[in-house]
């Protein structure tokens, strides 16, 4: 695995995870 691609791994989860937390809260 290189750098960017745990960065843009990172990213994605994160986005993930903001756009599904608003729907349960």
Same mark, same amino acid.
């Given at each position: 695995?290189?750098?960017?691609? $745990?960065?843009?791994?990172?990213?994605?989860v994160?986005?993930?995870? $903001?756009? $599904?937390?608003?729907?349960?809260?």
């Amino acid at each position: 695995m290189t750098i960017l691609f $745990v960065i843009a791994l990172a990213v994605f989860v994160y986005t993930a995870y $903001v756009l $599904v937390k608003p729907e349960k809260f």
